[in-house]
T-cell receptor, first 116, second 116 residues
């Protein structure tokens, strides 16, 4: 499968615990995005990387959230001291930097987080 | 500020009938517009995009969308609906200028149900 992959697909945790999600983008894609989707809402932008550089962060990304893309390939999103309000689907997407398809973001299946 | 509105939470159509899913947008620059579809427990799948050029854009699975600059709309259409088209549809917009070049702004989604 050459699409965007995310692991784990589901995560259940207790309030106060830390969680980390991984995203593997399509191999030649330079840009990587994280979004959060809650029930009944469209995805909301969290952050995006161009290669290993984190170029933009949403105000939704509180101090408890941190994202990395250390070698410009896979990315991790960590949430510290989880709260029940963090329960959501976390979506990763990737896109090319240039070329005819550079505007298209390809999404992974998401990681569904439930905080008890 | 950039935003997308999908005024209908649900659209119900009979199989074989034409369908329209509405979307209006607001951006400060020129819009890049997208439609995505989401099936249960799946990530978002790209359907089509408008960047520039012809106002009528054709995409996957027989879908098309019409860009109307004066009405700031980008409605999704299909001449003949299939039961398999039943899913959650999201409209999204990107601005072509400013500091938010990376992010997509999504609407809340429209649940399309096609009944046999």
């Amino acid at each position: 499968d050459t699409g965007v992959s995310q692991n784990p697909r589901h995560k259940i945790t207790k309030r106060g615990q830390n969680v980390t999600f991984r995203c593997d983008p399509i191999s030649e894609h330079n840009r990587l995005y994280w979004y959060r989707q809650t029930l009944g809402q469209g995805p909301e932008f969290l952050t995006y990387f161009q290669n290993e550089a984190q170029l933009e962060k949403s105000r939704l990304l509180s101090d408890r959230f941190s994202a990395e893309r250390p070698k410009g390939s896979f990315s991790t999103l960590e949430i510290q001291r989880t709260e029940q309000g963090d329960s959501a689907m976390y979506l990763c997407a990737s896109s090319l930097l240039r070329g005819p398809f550079y505007n298209e973001q390809f999404f992974g299946p998401g990681t569904r987080l439930t905080v008890l | 500020a950039q935003s997308v509105a999908q005024p209908e939470d649900q659209v119900n159509v009979a199989e074989g009938n034409p369908l329209t899913v509405k979307c209006t947008y607001s951006v400060s620059g020129n819009p890049y517009l997208f439609w995505y579809v989401q099936y249960p427990n799946r990530g978002l799948q790209f359907l089509l995009k408008y960047i520039t050029g012809d106002n009528l854009v054709k995409g996957s699975y027989g879908f098309e969308a019409e860009f109307n600059k004066s009405q700031t709309s980008f409605h999704l259409k299909k001449p003949s609906a299939l039961v398999s088209d039943s899913a959650l549809y999201f409209c999204a917009v990107r601005d072509d200028r400013g500091s938010t070049l990376g992010r997509l702004y999504f609407g809340r989604g429209t649940q399309l149900t096609v009944w046999p």
